[in-house]
């Protein structure tokens, strides 16, 4: 009998850890949970980053994004701000903001409240060090918002966003076309658009992404769109 209430528990367990990750669908997302593909005012676009800070290509990403006088925000890995300060303080010192990509990029294949919530606080706390301001916003890696992610977050005083488009910009074959058309395909006004700053494969992944960036600002601009971070985006 207790074998069987336990397997019971268990399973609900895991149901509740699980099931919330169907959020990484887009159509559902869309449809049913507009905050969290982060539909906002419908004359603006909230341009996002994931993956960094990295040496390597954030600087270009910032150099690029001045030159088209565009802020964005950066989903950072906990981890990757400890070791690359200096980066993330400056993403801040350009104006753009800062927010909460986890503390390492992994996957949640087993429910652990407990281990999300302290590498979420973890993150928040490195993070805030840096832009001298806590951060609002928590994407998942990978986009996976379990159960024990999402109680986390709120325990953490962070809102999770996941995203409305997306160019694909980490895939092997992506290339600046591409992630235009596939971006032009999926975004109307007032949607969020997710690109990446850093690749964690090592092989350059970022390159589409960041060659494409003053072609998506034009599309933007010419259909009457502004861009800029989350924290313009409900205003």
Known sequence: MMARVAATVG????????????????GLRRACFPG????????????TFDDGPDPASTPLFLDALDSLGVRGTFFLV??????????????????????????????????????????LRRAAAVIADLAGVAPRWYRPPYGI???????????AGLRPVLWSAW??????????????ARIAR??????TVLLHDADRSGQGRWRPALAVLPRLVADWRAAGWTAGPLGEHWS
């Open 186 to 191: 999926d975004l109307h006004g007032g949607g």
């Open 11 to 26: 399973t609900v367990a895991l149901a509740g850890h699980v099931l919330p990750a169907a959020t990484w669908l887009p």
């Open 167 to 180: 160019g694909a910009d980490w895939t092997q074959r992506a290339s600046a076309a591409s992630v235009r």
């Open 78 to 119: 906990g981890d990757s701000a400890r070791r690359h300060g200096q980066l993330a303080v400056e993403i801040a010192a350009r104006g753009h903001e800062l927010a909460v990509h986890g503390w390492r990029h992994d996957r949640p294949w087993l429910p652990s409240l407990g281990r999300e919530l302290r590498d």
């Open 145 to 155: 918002l379990t159960g024990g992610r999402r109680i986390a977050a709120a325990q």
């Open 36 to 47: 969290l593909a982060g539909i906002g005012s419908p004359g603006h676009v909230a341009l």
